[in-house]
């Protein structure tokens, strides 16, 4: 069955430096997401991208963040200058081109800023 | 430092038994909702969804139940084996979003053997 898969599964930055998160979502989808969820917490969506640009974003997607899809299969999420509160699980999703489908998670990259 | 968390609602079931998951959700004008099983160290994996037009949908041992009156949501499993052993989310779409998922606190599902 055709999954989502997220590279790498831990990152360990040093504060102020910046990260890239990569994804590659199920090959035939055409909505992409991120979610974070902090440890013990709810999963948080961050932002969704479709026809190669953001359709959607929460409160949380601020200017330290961009999301990319540099070829026909990567979806990237950069964090710039990233803080302690950074810290968390980051989730890739993707769905199908219809409104109204699920959404199919990666098993995510844990992001640890020391 | 002390970390905080969500204090998660912790269901415990026998093996065999059939098991209901509640949720309440926030928003009225939701219109989609989709039910999450999350083991540890895994993402999130998708169960079952009901639009809004619908009241009740079944899956393989799995049924959803959509109460609009009351914002509520429920999943049942029936017959719970171990491997049903994980946290359970509900999450709601909001009408026009164009997929913003807003996750529920999840349930603790432990089946006893």
């Known amino acids: 069955e055709p999954e989502v898969t997220q590279t790498p599964s831990h990152q360990v930055t040093q504060m102020g430096q910046e990260v890239i998160l990569r994804c590659v979502p199920i090959?035939?989808?055409?909505?992409f997401y991120w979610y974070r969820q902090i440890l013990g917490q709810k999963v948080e969506f961050l932002v969704s991208?479709?026809?190669?640009?953001?359709?959607?974003k929460s409160e949380i997607f601020d200017d330290q963040f961009s999301v990319e899809r540099p070829d026909g299969s990567n979806f990237t999420l950069k964090i710039r200058s990233t803080k302690l509160e950074d810290s968390a699980m980051y989730f890739c999703?993707?769905?199908?081109?219809?409104?109204?489908?699920?959404?199919?998670f990666g098993d995510g990259t844990r992001l640890s800023i020391l | 430092g002390e970390s905080v968390g969500l204090h998660l609602p912790t269901l415990s079931v026998q093996e065999g038994d059939n098991s209901i998951i509640n949720c309440a959700y926030s928003?009225?004008?939701?219109?989609?909702f989709i039910w999450y099983k999350q083991e540890s160290g895994k993402g999130p994996q998708f169960i079952i969804d009901?639009?809004?037009?619908?009241d009740k949908r079944q899956g393989q041992r799995v049924t959803v139940l959509l109460n609009k009156t009351v914002k509520h949501l429920s999943l049942q499993i029936a017959a719970t084996q171990p491997g049903d052993s994980a946290v359970y989310f509900c999450?709601?779409?909001?009408?026009?979003?164009?997929?913003?998922?807003?996750f529920g606190k999840g349930t603790k599902l432990s089946v006893k053997p």
């Open positions: 999703a993707s769905s199908g081109g219809q409104r109204n489908q699920p959404q199919h």
């Open positions: 928003n009225s004008a939701s219109d989609y």
């Open positions: 090959s035939n989808h055409l909505y």
């Open positions: 009901i639009r809004s037009n619908m």
């Open positions: 991208f479709y026809n190669n640009e953001i359709s959607e």
């Open positions: 999450a709601e779409k909001g009408w026009g979003s164009q997929g913003n998922l807003i």
